[in-house]
């Protein structure tokens, strides 16, 4: 049980990155222009993504 949420976790973090990733190239796209709020905002939910896989891996090994 513990590999699946383990994977699954994992999975969810990576997702979380790639959000991030994505937001930093909205931002880098639209560089000159007012809309790169748009970015910023993408790369703010991919970190607060991100931190909550670490918290997650942090609950999960606190059970364990």
């Known amino acids: 049980m513990e590999v699946l949420l383990y994977a699954l ?3 969810f973090g990576a997702l979380s990155v ?5 937001g930093f190239v909205v931002y880098l796209a639209r560089l000159g222009t007012e809309r790169r709020v748009l970015g910023i905002r993408i790369m703010e939910w991919g970190v607060a ?3 909550t896989a670490i ?10």
């Open 9 to 11: 976790i994992g999975i």
């Open 18 to 22: 790639i959000v991030f990733l994505w």
């Open 49 to 51: 993504l991100i931190l």
């Open 55 to 64: 918290a997650l891996i942090g609950v999960l090994r606190f059970f364990e």
